[in-house]
């Protein structure tokens, strides 16, 4: 079976923002090269301010209108972890994502840097599919006043500081209580997500194209809590019960906020939606058997 969610996109690739991860010590070699590459074969580059600061070319930074108004794509230099960096950090604009790996497992990733021209020229021909993968919108509000808000493409966790007496997490779905679930905290994952952390705390493994949320206790105390999926177009909603503990929410494992006692968090289906590149259609399910051994 294959996604058939994934459509091909014949559009060629002429004007692309460039992304990095900001501590890699092999990116300049390789940005210099990917730049004379698009610059002989007449496509535009601009690049993000990290990267243009480690290559020293300030006059190539994007800006808003670019990325807005002319950008066909981002090209991501980095790990998943800079793929998931990007997602959040540009979703607005609903550019593909298509990624050089720079980092280690590169689930995400479409090539590896010696294989970084042969992925420009795939770009350039159109010769690529565009996967497109739901994100999640959360907002806390504390008071009834919305304090803080931010966009997840893995997952988001509320979870106590080590060391500290275990926290209570009262959760509803569009205004159904479903449990208070006490221990470490809580994962609310996407599809793409359900195979990262959540699937280490126990969670179900979710085809991305499948779109739900996966609710998935962390080391709970009880031994009813077991994890939970909800539809795209509910609203989960997390009471923090936390008096002797440290809560933060963290999104993708990147993005952090402090929770206080009796904050609430609120997690939805974000309006945007990130579309990660992939340059042949992959059945998930093969794939998933490759990555987790299975006989």
């Given at each position: 079976?294959?996604?058939?969610?994934?459509?091909?996109k014949?559009?060629?690739?002429?004007?692309?923002?460039?992304?990095?991860?900001?501590?890699?010590?092999?990116?300049?070699?390789?940005?210099?090269?990917?730049?004379?590459?698009?610059?002989?074969?007449?496509?535009?580059?601009?690049?993000?301010p990290?990267?243009?600061?480690?290559?020293?070319?300030?006059?190539?930074v994007?800006?808003?209108?670019?990325?807005?108004?002319?950008?066909?794509?981002?090209?991501?230099?980095?790990?998943?972890?800079?793929?998931?960096?990007?997602?959040?950090d540009?979703?607005?604009?609903?550019?593909?994502i298509?990624?050089?790996?720079?980092g280690?497992l590169?689930?995400?990733?479409l090539?590896?840097?010696?294989?970084?021209?042969?992925?420009?020229?795939k770009?350039?021909?159109?010769?690529?599919?565009?996967?497109?993968?739901?994100?999640?919108?959360?907002?806390?509000?504390?008071?009834?006043?919305?304090?803080?808000?931010?966009?997840?493409?893995?997952?988001?966790?509320?979870?106590?500081?080590?060391m500290?007496?275990?926290?209570?997490?009262?959760?509803s779905?569009?205004?159904s209580?479903?449990?208070?679930?006490?221990?470490d905290?809580?994962?609310?994952?996407t599809p793409?997500?359900?195979?990262?952390?959540?699937?280490?705390?126990?969670?179900?493994?979710?085809?991305?194209?499948?779109?739900?949320?996966?609710?998935?206790?962390?080391?709970?105390?009880?031994?009813?809590a077991?994890p939970?999926?909800?539809a795209?177009?509910?609203?989960?909603?997390c009471?923090?019960?936390?008096?002797h503990?440290?809560?933060e929410?963290?999104?993708?494992?990147?993005?952090?906020?402090?929770?206080?006692?009796?904050?609430i968090v609120?997690?939805?289906k974000?309006?945007?939606?990130?579309?990660?590149?992939?340059?042949?259609?992959?059945?998930?399910?093969n794939?998933?058997r490759t990555k987790?051994?299975?006989?």
């Amino acid at each position: 079976m294959e996604d058939n969610n994934i459509e091909k996109k014949e559009k060629p690739v002429r004007n692309i923002a460039f992304s990095c991860h900001p501590a890699k010590e092999s990116l300049p070699p390789l940005v210099q090269t990917m730049l004379k590459w698009t610059m002989k074969n007449k496509i535009t580059s601009r690049l993000s301010p990290t990267m243009a600061k480690l290559v020293s070319m300030p006059d190539l930074v994007f800006d808003d209108e670019y990325l807005r108004n002319k950008a066909d794509m981002f090209v991501v230099l980095g790990g998943d972890g800079t793929i998931l960096s990007a997602a959040r950090d540009y979703a607005e604009y609903n550019l593909p994502i298509a990624g050089i790996n720079l980092g280690h497992l590169g689930f995400m990733t479409l090539e590896e840097p010696k294989n970084a021209i042969n992925a420009l020229k795939k770009l350039k021909a159109g010769n690529y599919f565009v996967e497109p993968r739901m994100m999640l919108r959360t907002n806390v509000y504390r008071d009834g006043e919305k304090v803080y808000s931010g966009i997840a493409l893995n997952d988001v966790v509320i979870q106590k500081a080590p060391m500290l007496r275990v926290i209570k997490i009262n959760v509803s779905i569009s205004g159904s209580i479903i449990n208070t679930y006490q221990g470490d905290g809580l994962i609310v994952s996407t599809p793409t997500g359900s195979t990262a952390y959540s699937l280490s705390a126990g969670g179900p493994i979710v085809p991305p194209w499948v779109n739900v949320m996966v609710i998935c206790p962390l080391n709970s105390h009880m031994l009813s809590a077991r994890p939970v999926i909800a539809a795209d177009n509910e609203v989960l909603s997390c009471r923090i019960a936390c008096v002797h503990s440290i809560v933060e929410l963290v999104l993708d494992g990147q993005a952090n906020f402090k929770l206080l006692n009796n904050d609430i968090v609120e997690i939805i289906k974000a309006e945007e939606t990130s579309h990660i590149v992939e340059f042949k259609k992959r059945n998930f399910f093969n794939v998933l058997r490759t990555k987790m051994s299975w006989g």
